[in-house]
């Protein structure tokens, strides 16, 4: 965690051992909510408030797969959306407690990833994880494309309807959903991009600094296009 400096990143102050042989770790104080809590009983928002949100994800990622490190957990329950002191939101990405050092020789994390194990979420794991194939970082940009598509629409595009191993098995083989097939008003550019971020062939994907980029494009679409079900302007409680 201490070896991604962004702004968008939750900030580690100090870590160490206390006397009575305690591993710690100082972060910053954190004041709002997870996006999970935003998108809860299946909320969506617009096309304007989903790039807002996850493009300083992307950005966050971007520096980390820099970095060589995968983050392996992305989810909306590790995205905060901070208030700052001065009421200004901030998005912070948290836990990276489970991420994979990709350059063994700068620190050993080999204990982290073992074959047949799975470390993170199925719901937003990228197929070549499931199938614990070989990855890096573009696993995370499947990882975001989930986000991308629960956001907008407020369903994860695999429902896993209480049957994980069901899910797993559609999300390795069947194509993401059309998503203006379920909602006609989203347009044909946020269709594109989210598809290519959850696209099965990894090779496929944008990076996440192309990602970003992207997003931040869908700014300039008429806003009216997606659900009015907004959460830019709500007041979180403190946490």
């Known amino acids: 965690m201490s070896r991604i400096k962004h702004d968008n990143a939750v900030t580690v102050i100090d870590g ?57 957990d992305i989810k909306p329950d590790n995205v905060f959306l901070h208030r700052d002191a001065g009421g200004r939101e901030v998005v912070k990405v948290l836990d990276f407690g489970v991420a994979k050092l990709l350059d063994d020789s700068k620190a050993s994390m080999r204990s982290l990833t073992m074959s047949g194990n799975l470390v993170g979420t199925p719901q937003y794991m990228a197929p070549e994880r499931l199938s614990d194939q070989s990855y890096d970082g573009r696993s995370d940009i499947y990882a975001v494309g989930i986000m991308l598509f629960q956001c907008l629409l407020g369903r994860l595009p695999f429902p896993s309807d209480g049957n994980l191993f069901a899910m797993i098995v559609t999300a390795m083989k069947t194509p993401a959903p059309r998503l203006s097939e379920i909602d006609p008003a989203i347009p044909e550019a946020v269709e594109r991009a989210v598809l290519a971020a959850l696209e099965k062939d990894p090779a496929l994907r944008p990076t996440a600094a192309e990602l970003a980029a992207q997003l931040r494009q869908w700014t300039e679409l008429d806003r009216s296009v997606s659900s009015d079900r907004s959460v830019s302007n709500d007041q979180p409680a403190a946490s």
């Open 16 to 72: 160490g051992v206390s006397q009575d042989g305690l591993p710690y770790i100082i972060m910053e104080l954190l004041s709002g909510r997870v996006l999970d809590a935003a998108l809860a009983d299946g909320a969506r928002l617009s096309v304007a408030r989903t790039a807002e949100i996850l493009a300083p994800v992307c950005d966050v990622l971007a520096t980390a797969h820099a970095q060589g490190l995968v983050h392996r």
